[in-house]
Structure formats: structure tokens, C-alpha cells
């Protein structure tokens, strides 16, 4: 599924959070959205999930106004796994998967089942099916959010800052997994190394506006990493065609 902003503005309160914002999500691959913190990026993924209103312009899903549909009919497009991971009941990890279901219609228990085991199966965690989610690591917790966004059964996932607070191992092991889906991902990143690497879109933004869009080499350059992140760094490509982000430490 194909994700347009098309001219959004939002404000939370009387503040104006984001400015005329044009971005693109397209089919199939992952695009990333940068930049310093309070730029607007988790702003403009709750407003893609009806949490925030839009003052101006609108959100496309494949051509398709968000403009209407309620929360059912949105999460049988897309899933949302966002930085909060508590939660604050003794579920098993199997149960917070289940709840992603229902969105597909009625089935049987069987076939239900199923889809459950199959999403566990999918991340890795089918060990941890029968486990306490407040038991779970961090990295642990976020495969589990992950695999219930996958239950639903939707081709487009939305995520916000998924590698926040993980070990490297945790973090390189969801990108990867996200990259080899094959589905539509608009993710929210802090890690510009990471962003460089998975990426194959990237928009920077600051100050609730959207400097540029392009691929990471484009948009990762020195002077527009300087003059947004106030750093000294830039796209680096490597010997197998891949990119990575090179920092230069004072």
C-alpha cells in the first residue's frame, strides 16, 4: 500500500507542529523518516493513525482519504507498533498477538491459531509464546508488538522509533526481518547509521517541516547533516554497493 502526505499541517494545543508536510511511502519498501527530536515525526505518524487532526491537507492510502474511515477499517490497512512497550496486564506473549485478529473477520480457533503461531514463528519467538509480555526484555517485548502488527494481515507497517533503547543485536535483527517482509514500512529512526543502511527512502526534518526526500546518499549529505543535526558526518558508500553512515567524532 502506497502512503501519501499530501500538504499536512498539525498542531497539538495552539502550537504548530507540522508545516505543509509532502512525503511518500511507497509499495514494498521501507522509508525512513529522520531528524532531531520534536521535529514532528511521531507527530505526523499519530496524525496517519487518527490520534491527531489534521489543521490542513490530507493523508492518501492508496489514493484513498484517511478522512473518514474509523479505527476498524484503518487497522485492516496498516499496523503501528510505536516506543511504548509497558503494558500493564500479565498477558502471555501469545495473547498480545491474538488481540490483532479479530481485525481479520471471524474465524475458526483453529484457524486462528494459526495465524498466531505463524506471526510468532515469522519474528523468531515462538519460544516465548507461553511467556509473560512484563517478563521480556526490551528487544524481546518490541518482536512481540512487531508480530502482532504482522497478524493482522495487512502489507503496510508503520513504526515508530522500533530500535529505541535495544541492544545492537535486538536492533539489526528487527531491520532485518522488516527489509526482508517485502512490505510497505514507514519508520521513524534516531540511528542515522541505521537509517543510511535500511533504508531505501529517506526524509530529514526540522522543525516540523521536511528538508528533503530522496535515497539516504542524497539526503545524508555533509552539509544538510550539519546544518539540521549540527554534526560533522555524511552517507559513505561501501565496498559491497551497501551504505553506512560515517560520524566524525571530535
Request: proline share 2%.
Amino acid at each position: 500500500m502506497k502512503i501519501e502526505y499530501k500538504d499536512v499541517s498539525v498542531s497539538v494545543g495552539r502550537n504548530r507542529i507540522v508545516h505543509g508536510v509532502n512525503l511518500t511511502a511507497e509499495s514494498g519498501i521501507i522509508t525512513g523518516i529522520i531528524g532531531p527530536n520534536g521535529c514532528g515525526k511521531s507527530t505526523l505518524l499519530k496524525t496517519t493513525l487518527g490520534l491527531n487532526s489534521m489543521d490542513e491537507g490530507d493523508i492518501l492510502l492508496d489514493g484513498r482519504s484517511v478522512t473518514g474511515l474509523n479505527n476498524k477499517q484503518l487497522a485492516k490497512r496498516y499496523g503501528y507498533v510505536g516506543q511504548d512497550n509497558s503494558c500493564t496486564f500479565d498477558f502471555t506473549a501469545y495473547e498480545i498477538v491474538s488481540m490483532a485478529v479479530p481485525i481479520r473477520g471471524r474465524m475458526s480457533k483453529r484457524a486462528e491459531q494459526e495465524i498466531v503461531l505463524n506471526s510468532l514463528e515469522q519474528l523468531g519467538i515462538s519460544h516465548l509464546k507461553d511467556r509473560n509480555i512484563q517478563s521480556l526484555s526490551g528487544g524481546e517485548r518490541k518482536l512481540v508488538f512487531i508480530s502482532r502488527a504482522f497478524a493482522q494481515g495487512v502489507d503496510t507497517i508503520i513504526l515508530d522509533e522500533p530500535t529505541n533503547h535495544l541492544d545492537i543485536k535486538h536492533q539489526l535483527y528487527i531491520l532485518d526481518i522488516l527489509k526482508q517482509s517485502k512490505k510497505t514500512i514507514l519508520i521513524v529512526l534516531h540511528d542515522l547509521r541505521l537509517a543510511a543502511h535500511y533504508c531505501d527512502t529517506l526524509y530529514l526534518m526540522k522543525q516540523g517541516n521536511v528538508v528533503c526526500g530522496g535515497r539516504p546518499s542524497e539526503v545524508l549529505q555533509k552539509k544538510r547533516v550539519k546544518q539540521v543535526f549540527g554534526v560533522e558526518g555524511f552517507a559513505l558508500e561501501l565496498e559491497d554497493g551497501a551504505l553506512d553512515f560515517h560520524l566524525k567524532m571530535n
